[in-house]
């Protein structure tokens, strides 16, 4: 089944601590981004992949690393979490030429 | 620059009713224009596209027409169910390749439909 998956699906953490957010698709899709939704602002790209070793940054990329060094796998990084990143997370991936960009089920983080 | 806005929630209908969510968009060219649809708990899946002017697209009920001449791509629906509530994104899309393939979504429309 074609798919985006992410883990964790809900994470609780606290200011400062270090994590990792995963996203892999299966669909050898070459584009992959990360956006988080708020509420009254809809969803906001934070970074964008348009193949392996080439990322960019979105209109929300503060705060935020990722890397991609591998075709299906795309993870989202928070070096030091603050409470303003308490947010729904989306991974999203297209193949390069298709129109349809599929989204993974989010992340729930709450940075206490 | 690259702009959707879409009417604010939320939505309450009752069953059976007409929707409309309208979606207005900034952007030069031709931009592909789409509706996306978030189910509660869920990510966000492709309800519709349209990637020309005039082109309609359409899916479970739902339509929406690309009208260049209005820069709208306004969501229809004749008659709701209970299992059509949701948030519903507009979004549009410069391209394919570069930044050009980024997404540019509404800030979603909530729409509740009571039995």
């Known amino acids: 089944e074609a798919q985006v998956t992410q883990n964790p699906r809900y994470l609780i953490t606290v200011t400062g601590k270090k994590l990792t957010v995963t996203c892999s698709q299966n669909?050898?899709?070459?584009?992959m981004s990360w956006y988080r939704q708020d509420p009254g602002l809809g969803l906001r790209q934070i970074y964008y992949?348009?193949?392996?070793?080439?990322?960019d940054k979105g209109d929300v990329p503060e705060g935020y690393k990722v890397s991609r060094k591998e075709k299906r796998n795309f993870p989202l990084i928070l070096e030091s979490p603050s409470p303003n990143q308490t947010s729904l997370y989306f991974c999203?991936?297209?193949?390069?030429?298709?129109?349809?960009?599929?989204f993974g089920p989010g992340t729930r983080l709450l940075v206490l | 620059g690259n702009s959707v806005t879409q009417m604010e929630g939320p939505v309450t209908l009752s069953e059976e009713a007409f929707l409309t969510i309208n979606c207005t968009y900034t952007?030069?060219?031709?931009?592909?224009l789409f509706w996306y649809v978030q189910y509660p708990g869920e990510g966000l899946q492709l309800l519709l596209k349209?990637?020309?002017?005039?082109d309609k697209g359409s899916n479970k009920g739902f339509e929406a027409t690309y009208r260049k001449e209005t820069t709208s791509f306004h969501l229809e629906k004749g008659s709701v169910q209970v299992s059509d509530s949701a948030v519903y994104f507009c979004?549009?899309?410069?391209?394919?390749?570069?930044?050009?393939?980024?997404?540019?979504f509404g800030k979603g429309t909530k729409l509740s439909v009571k039995p």
């Open positions: 979004a549009l899309r410069k391209g394919l390749l570069g930044s050009q393939g980024n997404l540019i």
């Open positions: 992949s348009m193949n392996v070793e080439v990322t």
């Open positions: 999203a991936s297209r193949g390069e030429a298709q129109e349809t960009q599929y």
């Open positions: 669909m050898n899709h070459e584009y």
């Open positions: 349209a990637t020309k002017a005039d």
């Open positions: 952007a030069t060219g031709y931009p592909s």
